[in-house]
């Protein structure tokens, strides 16, 4: 077993470094040592939650080809310049609810830039809300009802009569008042602008730029709109089937009514919604799968379709082995089960591939599916170490440098944001289903 271990290990380590889809076919190749090395039965493929996922994408992917995550972003550029003093509270909120509504953090790209320029122009050091709205742009996957992460969580405790809403009403107020904590954390980080010496290193050699960002226009804002508006209504739509299960179309099976699946659900109203936009917009379809919502969603369904296959094969073939050793501790200390998602999401880069990964291992394990969803929020750890894209885009768009990687790599901007706004979380998670 511990053999398989470094070879699992081994193929994400790798995979993550080589980065887009190394991932998810370096999880292929490592299937390939457990099968054909190891003799391990290869579980099914995670093919419910893979195709969720490219239904919102492409349902995302559309609303970006029609304009409407740059019309949102020009909504975000007026409000964060209307209150310029406040941004460092305003900028993760705004993370926040692009995530929330797009379902994936990489809509974050759009607005780093403005948040950089307001911050410096307003002489409030950049570090302090870029590095809290790169970390809200990640919490909120966790609390968004269209991510791959909480998709894959609702497929995998639907059988066990645990609901949409029953995730969402844990998980929104947590990682909200998490990513708030750190904002409030943020708003005394390092010197003042004026008086940090790499800033005014850079400003007495005239490194800093004088030109302003320009935001991308909005050629048709009606289409635009439209286009968030059918991508909104899909989103609250699935909030409600999903919390009000009599709402679900039922048909008979045998001798029994059954309601449809909430994975056909997601997948028709999303796929639904997609056409919606590009028929009534008139948008071009390839030029939905050209942006990069479309690339980065793909990239992490192969990443699911790959690590999470390996993940789930490893363990199914190792289950007495992994029950024996750990059963015990984690039944008296559930939350310790935190700790290994922290870790595993880490490795992974994905929030979505490390409960696709490590949730049938908590499954067996016997923890409560409610601590299992206060445990959620703890797969954001892919801050801890400084080379995700969203991490690399915040350092490269504030000029001043003051948002950094430390000397000692892990000593970074984004650090301690992270691991409050983590913290915060889950601890709130465990507190709210003592009375939920």
Same mark, same amino acid.
């Given at each position: 077993?511990?053999?398989?271990?470094?070879?699992?290990?081994?193929?994400?380590?790798?995979?993550?470094?080589?980065?887009?889809?190394?991932?998810?076919?370096?999880?292929?190749?490592?299937?390939?040592?457990?099968?054909?090395?190891?003799?391990?039965?290869?579980?099914?493929?995670?093919?419910?939650?893979?195709?969720? =996922?490219? %239904?919102?994408?492409? @349902?995302?992917?559309? *609303?970006? $080809?029609?304009? &409407?995550?740059? /019309? !949102?972003?020009?909504?975000?550029?007026?409000?964060?310049?209307?209150?310029?003093?406040?941004?460092?509270?305003?900028?993760?909120?705004?993370?926040?609810?692009?995530?929330?509504?797009?379902?994936?953090?990489?809509?974050?790209?759009?607005?780093?830039?403005?948040?950089?320029?307001?911050?410096?122009?307003?002489?409030?050091?950049?570090?302090?809300?870029?590095?809290?709205?790169?970390?809200?742009?990640?919490?909120?996957?966790?609390?968004?009802? =269209?991510? %791959?992460?909480?998709? @894959?969580?609702?497929? *995998?405790? $639907?059988?066990? &009569?645990?609901? /949409? !809403?029953?995730?969402?009403?844990?998980?929104?107020?947590?990682?909200?008042?998490?990513?708030?904590?750190?904002?409030?954390?943020?708003?005394?980080?390092?010197?003042?602008?004026?008086?940090?010496?790499?800033?005014?290193?850079?400003?007495?050699?005239?490194?800093?730029?004088?030109?302003?960002?320009?935001?991308?226009?909005?050629?048709?804002?009606?289409?635009?709109?439209?286009?968030?508006?059918?991508?909104?209504?899909?989103?609250?739509?699935?909030?409600?089937?999903?919390?009000?299960?009599?709402?679900?179309?039922?048909?008979?099976? &045998?001798?029994?009514?059954?309601?449809?699946?909430?994975?056909?659900?997601?997948?028709?109203?999303?796929?639904?919604?997609?056409?919606?936009?590009?028929?009534?917009?008139?948008?071009?379809?390839?030029?939905?799968?050209?942006?990069?919502?479309?690339?980065?969603?793909?990239?992490?369904?192969?990443?699911?379709?790959?690590?999470?296959?390996?993940?789930?094969?490893?363990?199914?073939?190792?289950?007495?082995?992994?029950?024996?050793?750990?059963?015990?501790?984690?039944?008296?200390?559930?939350?310790?089960?935190?700790?290994?998602?922290?870790?595993?999401?880490?490795?992974?880069?994905?929030?979505?591939?490390?409960?696709?990964?490590?949730?049938?291992?908590?499954?067996?394990?016997?923890?409560?599916?409610?601590?299992?969803?206060?445990?959620?929020?703890?797969?954001?750890?892919?801050?801890?170490?400084?080379?995700?894209?969203?991490?690399?885009?915040?350092?490269?768009?504030?000029?001043?440098?003051?948002?950094?990687?430390?000397?000692?790599?892990?000593?970074?901007?984004?650090?301690?944001?992270?691991?409050?706004?983590?913290?915060?979380?889950?601890?709130?998670?465990?507190?709210?289903?003592?009375?939920?």
């Amino acid at each position: 077993m511990l053999l398989q271990l470094a070879f699992v290990l081994l193929a994400i380590i790798i995979g993550a470094r080589i980065g887009g889809i190394g991932l998810g076919v370096l999880g292929g190749l490592g299937l390939g040592i457990l099968t054909f090395g190891f003799d391990l039965q290869p579980t099914s493929p995670p093919i419910d939650v893979m195709l969720m =996922i490219v %239904a919102v994408i492409a @349902a995302a992917s559309c *609303m970006q $080809a029609a304009g &409407g995550l740059d /019309l !949102m972003v020009k909504w975000a550029e007026k409000l964060l310049r209307k209150h310029p003093q406040r941004i460092t509270l305003l900028s993760p909120i705004v993370t926040y609810l692009f995530t929330f509504i797009a379902g994936t953090g990489h809509v974050a790209y759009s607005v780093l830039p403005v948040i950089a320029e307001v911050a410096t122009e307003t002489k409030i050091r950049p570090e302090r809300p870029m590095a809290i709205a790169v970390i809200a742009s990640q919490q909120a996957i966790t609390a968004s009802p =269209i991510s %791959a992460a909480t998709v @894959a969580l609702l497929s *995998m405790l $639907a059988g066990y &009569g645990i609901s /949409l !809403m029953d995730i969402l009403m844990i998980s929104i107020p947590c990682t909200l008042i998490g990513v708030l904590a750190g904002a409030f954390y943020s708003l005394r980080v390092g010197k003042e602008l004026e008086q940090d010496p790499e800033y005014l290193r850079r400003l007495a050699n005239h490194e800093i730029s004088e030109q302003h960002y320009q935001t991308k226009a909005v050629t048709n804002q009606g289409k635009a709109l439209l286009s968030v508006a059918i991508f909104i209504s899909a989103t609250i739509a699935i909030v409600l089937f999903g919390s009000i299960e009599s709402l679900r179309p039922s048909f008979q099976v &045998g001798r029994e009514e059954v309601p449809m699946r909430m994975s056909h659900i997601i997948e028709v109203l999303m796929l639904g919604a997609s056409a919606l936009i590009l028929l009534l917009t008139k948008t071009d379809g390839i030029k939905a799968a050209q942006g990069s919502v479309f690339s980065a969603g793909m990239q992490a369904v192969v990443a699911i379709f790959g690590i999470a296959w390996m993940g789930d094969t490893f363990i199914a073939g190792n289950m007495a082995e992994l029950k024996s050793s750990i059963e015990q501790i984690v039944t008296q200390m559930p939350w310790l089960f935190g700790i290994a998602l922290f870790v595993m999401s880490i490795l992974l880069f994905s929030q979505a591939a490390t409960i696709r990964a490590l949730l049938p291992l908590g499954i067996a394990l016997g923890i409560s599916p409610y601590m299992l969803i206060a445990l959620f929020p703890a797969v954001n750890g892919y801050f801890f170490i400084p080379n995700y894209p969203t991490v690399v885009a915040a350092i490269n768009f504030d000029r001043t440098g003051t948002t950094h990687i430390g000397k000692y790599v892990l000593n970074h901007s984004f650090m301690m944001p992270g691991l409050i706004a983590t913290g915060i979380s889950v601890a709130l998670g465990l507190l709210f289903i003592q009375f939920l």
